[in-house]
């Protein structure tokens, strides 16, 4: 009678066991299979929305002068010669350095390793008031952009003004560490006289 009950004790402990195992395998396959979504970034905020005490109404007069600035965003790094990878959340900041004028930001596009561009992160253009910021982010999670992601900001004034500051901070942890680093943007084109 005893060995009965210990002989069905442990029928019922491995029916437990392979039904846990099959629950675990269960609720892996479903979370891998949503792995891509979670990689997406969400879609991205309405700087209008978000940043409206930064802005103003966009200038009457003509837009004179202008440029595009280029500003590396490593939303991934590559360690031990891709052995590992660390991801990082990017925040672009887009500074008007002018004390007197609005600046009109036109476009600003992030683009992958690849040049191919992987989001707008601007659905029509805003003007910021004099020594306003408004920023983008990318998520920790969202890799698409690699190692080699970058923003391309395209800007324009009406009359001479300070070329717009523009800086992306990077922030993740890999291993142990925390890490934090910057990088600034490049002016690429500048326009005149349109």
């Not at 595009?68 to 031990?80: F, T």
């Not at 983008?136 to 001479?160: E, K, P």
Request: aromatic share 8%.
């Amino acid at each position: 009678m005893l060995r009965q009950r210990i002989g069905s004790l442990a029928r019922g402990t491995r029916r437990h066991y392979v039904g846990a195992r099959v629950i675990l395998w269960l609720t892996c396959l479903i979370l891998s299979a949503g792995a891509p979504a979670l990689a997406q970034s969400p879609a991205p905020r309405d700087i209008a929305k978000a940043f409206a005490g930064s802005l103003t109404a966009l200038p009457s007069e003509p837009l004179t002068i202008g440029g595009s600035i280029y500003v590396p965003a490593y939303s991934s790094v590559s360690i031990n010669q891709g052995g590992a990878r660390a991801d990082f959340s990017v925040t672009l900041s887009i500074h008007n350095a002018s004390e007197t004028k609005p600046l009109v930001i036109k476009r600003i596009a992030y683009y992958d390793g690849a040049g191919k561009m992987v989001e707008s992160h601007l659905k029509e253009p805003v003007a910021l008031k004099p020594f306003a910021t408004i920023e983008a982010f990318v998520a920790t999670l969202d890799t698409r952009g690699g190692t080699g992601a970058n923003f391309v900001i395209d800007w324009a004034a009406a009359g001479d003004i300070a070329e717009p500051v523009t800086e992306a901070l990077m922030i993740g942890t890999f291993a142990n560490g925390h890490y934090a680093f910057i990088s600034q943007g490049r002016p690429i084109r500048s326009t005149a006289g349109r």
